[in-house]
Nanobody, 119 residues
Framework: QVRLVESGGGSVQTGGSLRLSCTASLYTKCMAWFRQAPGKEREGVADIYTGTYTDSVKGRFTISRDNAKNTIYLQMNSLKPEDTAMYYC???????????????????WGQGTQVTVSS
C-alpha cells in the first residue's frame, strides 16, 4: 500500500478557491480525489490517470501532478456550498491499468482534509 498525506483544506465563501495537495510515499500513476459529505456516500471527484471528473465539478476543478514530488493537486475554483465535504486522496499500485473512479477500487487512502464552503 501507499501512504498518503493530504493538506490544503479549509473554509471559504461561495465563489472562493482552494488547492488541495496529496503527497504519496512512493510514485504511483493511479491516484485520485474523492469526497464524502455528511450522510452521503463517498464519491469520486477526479482521477489523474484518465483526467476524469465527476460532472458536478467539471470546469471548476483541475487535477494535476508533480511527479518529482509524488504529489497530486486539486485546484478548486468557484466553490459552492455543495462542495462542502471531507476530501480524500486515494491511490492504487496496479501496474497495467488504473481503477475506475469508484471508492472500492482503490486500496490506499489518506486521512482526509475538510473543505467547507459557506454561502
Amino acid at each position: 500500500q501507499v501512504r498518503l498525506v493530504e493538506s490544503g483544506g479549509g473554509s471559504v465563501q461561495t465563489g472562493g478557491s482552494l488547492r488541495l495537495s496529496c503527497t504519496a510515499s512512493l510514485y504511483t500513476k493511479c491516484m485520485a480525489w474523492f469526497r464524502q459529505a455528511p450522510g452521503k456516500e463517498r464519491e469520486g471527484v477526479a482521477d489523474i490517470y484518465t483526467g476524469t471528473y465527476t460532472d458536478s465539478v467539471k470546469g471548476r476543478f483541475t487535477i494535476s501532478r508533480d511527479n518529482a514530488k509524488n504529489t497530486i493537486y486539486l485546484q478548486m475554483n468557484s466553490l459552492k456550498p455543495e462542495d462542502t465535504a471531507m476530501y480524500y486522496c486515494a491511490a492504487d499500485l496496479r501496474i497495467f491499468s488504473c481503477p475506475r473512479l469508484l471508492p472500492n477500487e482503490y486500496n490506499s487512502w489518506g486521512q482526509g482534509t475538510q473543505v467547507t464552503v459557506s454561502s
